[in-house]
């Protein structure tokens, strides 16, 4: 980093830029103005930008939050990362390397970057952040973090408490971006782990639309619940299969984000998995939504890196076969009940424990 973080203490003057209007992006922004900042949002509609300044809300991701006051919003992309000492990237997974390719000609050397997005590249199948490293040419990553956890973006709009992780490859990116975000209701723990939290990020949606499958077939309570649990093994195998900490995937952006995104009724991979069990075809749900639902494309990227790596992602598999080769959601779940008996506790995580 071109400067020593932790010795600036004062971040009341601190620059925020974020980019993608989006149901999150504008909680972040929301969340920041709170604070006492005055963060720049970035907005690709330009109408929406009119109704947001005019009306303090977002109608389109948001309708009937009022937006605290001190945000700018704005649909030139350089007016709103130009000069920014952290510009938070919220902007869905496939338009990362666009989006990000374009803001990056505009940063300054010191700025910080934060992912909040939560997918894996289909072509490249690299997490958002990797994205960012390439598009910015920074190989170590030291100015790149990763914001995630259980939090659903309403409820964080709403001043309800939410927990999340920032993680950094630097400790000290880590602990001024804990200090930048927390707030009373909003708790920021720091991790080193930017791969594992991506990955538990990303996986944890294709995981909930076979929850919501789970639901929309009324399998039961004991069928999501066992859904869940085998859907944090196959996590936890391709995190480690890239070189992540299994131990990241026993915190907030592991098992955390995994229950709440499988069971709550904003989850938006949760609600295309519920519609596919019940009979609809991906198709027509997907025509009919406005926001993303970063499960799908991610199911594709997940199917194809875990097949590369040698990660075992039998529940991933048969999500891809659902969206993609039009297999029957009754059929898929035939199938992993009655694959080969193993044993539960992966040889790889034992290892890993007894080194």
Same mark, same amino acid.
């Given at each position: 980093?071109?400067?020593?973080?932790?010795?600036?203490?004062?971040?009341?003057?601190?620059?925020?830029?974020?980019?993608?209007?989006?149901?999150?992006?504008?909680?972040?922004?929301?969340?920041?103005?709170?604070?006492?900042?005055?963060?720049?949002?970035?907005?690709?509609?330009?109408?929406?930008?009119?109704?947001?300044?005019?009306?303090?809300?977002?109608?389109?991701?948001?309708?009937?939050?009022?937006?605290?006051?001190?945000?700018?919003?704005?649909?030139?992309?350089?007016?709103?990362?130009?000069?920014?000492?952290?510009?938070?990237?919220?902007?869905?997974?496939?338009?990362?390397?666009?989006?990000?390719?374009?803001?990056?000609?505009?940063?300054?050397?010191?700025?910080?970057?934060?992912?909040?997005?939560?997918?894996?590249?289909?072509?490249?199948?690299?997490?958002?952040?990797?994205?960012?490293? #390439?598009?910015?040419? *920074?190989?170590?990553?030291?100015?790149?973090? =990763?914001?995630? $956890?259980?939090?659903? @973006?309403?409820? +964080?709009?709403?001043?309800?408490?939410?927990?999340?992780?920032?993680?950094?490859?630097?400790?000290?990116?880590?602990?001024?971006?804990?200090?930048?975000?927390?707030?009373?209701?909003?708790?920021?723990?720091?991790?080193?782990?930017?791969?594992?939290?991506?990955?538990?990020?990303?996986?944890?949606?294709?995981?909930?639309?076979?929850?919501?499958?789970?639901?929309?077939?009324?399998?039961?309570?004991?069928?999501?619940?066992?859904?869940?649990?085998?859907?944090?093994?196959?996590?936890?195998?391709?995190?480690?299969?890239?070189?992540?900490?299994?131990?990241?995937?026993?915190?907030?952006?592991?098992?955390?984000?995994?229950?709440?995104?499988?069971?709550?009724?904003?989850?938006?991979?949760?609600?295309?998995?519920?519609?596919?069990?019940?009979? #609809?075809?991906?198709? *027509?749900?997907?025509?009919?939504?406005?926001? =993303?639902?970063? $499960?799908?494309?991610? @199911?594709?990227? +997940?199917?194809?890196?875990?097949?590369?790596?040698?990660?075992?992602?039998?529940?991933?598999?048969?999500?891809?076969?659902?969206?993609?080769?039009?297999?029957?959601?009754?059929?898929?779940?035939?199938?992993?009940?009655?694959?080969?008996?193993?044993?539960?506790?992966?040889?790889?995580?034992?290892?890993?424990?007894?080194?």
């Amino acid at each position: 980093m071109g400067k020593n973080l932790m010795n600036d203490t004062d971040i009341s003057c601190v620059n925020i830029g974020v980019v993608g209007a989006g149901s999150w992006g504008t909680a972040i922004a929301h969340l920041l103005a709170s604070k006492g900042f005055s963060p720049a949002l970035w907005a690709y509609e330009k109408e929406l930008c009119l109704q947001i300044e005019e009306n303090h809300e977002n109608p389109l991701y948001l309708p009937g939050i009022k937006l605290a006051p001190g945000i700018s919003v704005s649909n030139d992309l350089e007016d709103v990362v130009s000069g920014k000492s952290i510009v938070v990237m919220v902007v869905p997974s496939h338009l990362m390397r666009e989006v990000g390719g374009r803001a990056v000609k505009h940063l300054s050397g010191d700025t910080i970057l934060v992912s909040a997005s939560k997918g894996i590249e289909n072509n490249t199948h690299l997490t958002m952040s990797g994205v960012l490293a #390439e598009v910015t040419g *920074d190989s170590n990553m030291d100015r790149i973090a =990763v914001l995630s $956890g259980p939090s659903f @973006a309403r409820e +964080v709009a709403s001043n309800l408490p939410a927990v999340v992780a920032v993680a950094a490859k630097l400790q000290d990116v880590a602990l001024y971006l804990q200090k930048v975000f927390a707030a009373p209701l909003f708790r920021v723990y720091t991790n080193n782990d930017p791969i594992g939290v991506e990955i538990g990020g990303a996986v944890k949606n294709v995981i909930a639309i076979a929850s919501g499958i789970c639901d929309g077939l009324g399998l039961g309570l004991s069928a999501r619940a066992a859904m869940i649990t085998r859907g944090l093994a196959e996590m936890r195998r391709m995190g480690m299969a890239l070189g992540a900490d299994p131990h990241t995937f026993a915190g907030l952006a592991g098992v955390g984000d995994l229950i709440l995104t499988c069971t709550g009724s904003l989850s938006r991979n949760y609600t295309v998995g519920k519609r596919l069990g019940e009979g #609809e075809k991906i198709d *027509d749900i997907l025509s009919g939504m406005r926001m =993303v639902a970063e $499960g799908v494309k991610t @199911a594709k990227s +997940v199917f194809n890196l875990s097949n590369k790596v040698g990660a075992e992602m039998p529940i991933c598999h048969e999500v891809y076969r659902i969206l993609y080769e039009g297999m029957n959601p009754r059929d898929a779940v035939f199938r992993l009940m009655t694959r080969a008996l193993k044993q539960e506790i992966d040889e790889e995580v034992t290892d890993h424990h007894n080194s």
